[in-house]
């Protein structure tokens, strides 16, 4: 068995290193728990995705970092270095974006339920583009930037009948989900009409998003040959003109053994295909194609150092090894039972393993990180890691129990440095009045 981190190695010391850089030292310098970042890694990820617009969509196109994965000011300033755009959904991730510096033309915000406050700061602002959810919001848009003075670039999310996770997808008329309009039952052509008649708002694309942590093309490709006839559907009954083709993100990882993940490049091969034969045959200007990948970005770049502490063998039931972390920095195990694999960090190809449980520190039976994680004799005050965390770990962390987050302990070229550092008790009663 592999470890599921491809820049994850073992020295000569026999410990668990990232990027070279040996894991006992990270936690000896920051403490843990711990996130640990191989930002080399992340910048190969953004490559891999500018590399294959240029290769196969000659570079028509941008490839957007979907922050919700992984918000911090750092991240965005490797996104600006090399040559992202970024997505946002809140006005929180915005700030953080513009309080690094990211150029506002390259961000797109995101949003079911976006608010006044959040629409008159990002107009403000000037951001690329705002991604209308539905038709009231598109008319509380074209109210604020008439009273701005500006016209917005909008994109419209759409749902295309197409809905995918993990290993299946299914294709069904109209999709329960509380994102975007409808393509079958003609909401979304009539929200693309009514806007296109609006004096502050200009309707330049349109976008999905099908699903996430996905495994195969054919959801891709059905989804962009669905979204191009809907571009050509505008042209040919209204002569609108749709210039931006945005099909959203949801490119899977390896978290264990069991996912067998697709290069990410070859997403963009199959559907640059899909893209330019449906422009032939329905006669419209190749688009401008936007990807919107996140956890493919961060999640296979980052782990989670914790220290063991109380180890307890249930008889015939099972062994609990409870680590100084949990569901307030990883809540994915909580939310979706998401499987993880784990390692000892100091016997990290130790023989004798067995199956274990890792229990975090919070008051919550439900507060474990993994069931069944192969693990070699555990003891306290060892140190274990958890494996491909660097997505939807620290963006949704929460202080549940009055646990400070830990750290972001990014390396780079062998060195590291803090992209985040420790909340403290007194980050914890700062807004207690
Ligand atoms: C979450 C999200 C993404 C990114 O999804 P990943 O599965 O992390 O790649 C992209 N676009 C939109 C609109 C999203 O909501």
Request: with cysteine; proline share 4%; glycine share 10%.
């Amino acid at each position: 068995m592999g470890f599921v981190m491809e820049t994850l190695s073992v020295n000569k010391e026999g410990n668990l290193a990232l990027g070279g850089v040996d894991l006992t030292e990270v936690a000896a310098c920051f403490g843990t728990p711990a996130y640990v970042m191989d930002e080399n890694y992340i910048r190969e990820n953004c490559r891999v995705y500018i590399n294959a617009l240029n290769k196969f969509y000659d570079g028509n196109g941008l490839a957007l970092y979907a922050s919700k994965a992984l918000s911090c000011k750092y991240i965005y300033r490797i996104m600006k270095e090399e040559g992202m755009g970024v997505d946002v959904v809140s006005g929180g991730e915005l700030y953080t974006a513009l309080a690094a510096d990211f150029p506002a033309e390259k961000i797109y915000f995101h949003g079911n339920n976006k608010t006044d406050d959040e629409l008159e700061f990002a107009i403000e602002k000037n951001v690329g583009r705002i991604v209308v959810d539905n038709l009231p919001e598109l008319d509380r848009i074209s109210a604020i930037a008439e009273k701005q003075g500006k016209n917005v670039k909008v994109l419209f999310r759409i749902k295309p009948g197409i809905d995918a996770h993990t290993h299946s997808f299914v294709q069904t008329g109209q999709i329960d989900s509380k994102f975007g309009v409808a393509l079958e039952t003609g909401e979304a052509e009539q929200i693309v009409k009514y806007a296109s008649e609006l004096k502050n708002v200009t309707p330049v694309g349109v976008h999905c998003h099908i699903g996430s942590q996905i495994f195969e093309l054919a959801p891709f490709t059905l989804a962009a040959e669905k979204m191009m006839n809907f571009i050509g559907d505008l042209k040919d009954k209204y002569r609108i003109e749709i210039s931006e083709l945005n099909l959203g993100g949801g490119y899977g990882i390896k978290y264990t053994d069991e996912d067998d993940p697709i290069a990410y490049d070859k997403y963009i091969e199959a559907v640059s295909k899909v893209v330019r034969s449906v422009a032939e045959k329905r006669g419209v200007k190749l688009p401008f194609v936007i990807m919107e990948p996140g956890r493919s970005i961060v999640a296979s770049a980052g782990l989670t150092l914790y220290t063991v502490g109380a180890v307890k063998e249930i008889p015939d039931i099972r062994t609990y090894i409870s680590v100084d972390g949990g569901m307030g920095d990883n809540p994915r195990y909580i939310l979706y039972q998401s499987k993880y694999q784990a390692a000892s960090v100091t016997n990290p190809l130790g023989k004798d393993t067995k199956k274990v449980t890792i229990a975090g520190k919070c008051c919550e039976s439900g507060d474990l990180l993994a069931e069944g994680a192969e693990l070699p004799p555990m003891h306290a005050g060892d140190l274990l890691a958890v494996l491909a965390t660097g997505a939807y770990n620290y963006s949704m962390a929460s202080n549940y129990n009055r646990i400070p987050r830990p750290p972001v302990v990014m390396i780079k070229d062998g060195e590291t440095r803090l992209a985040v550092k420790r909340e403290s008790y007194e980050d914890l009663i700062i807004n207690d009045l």
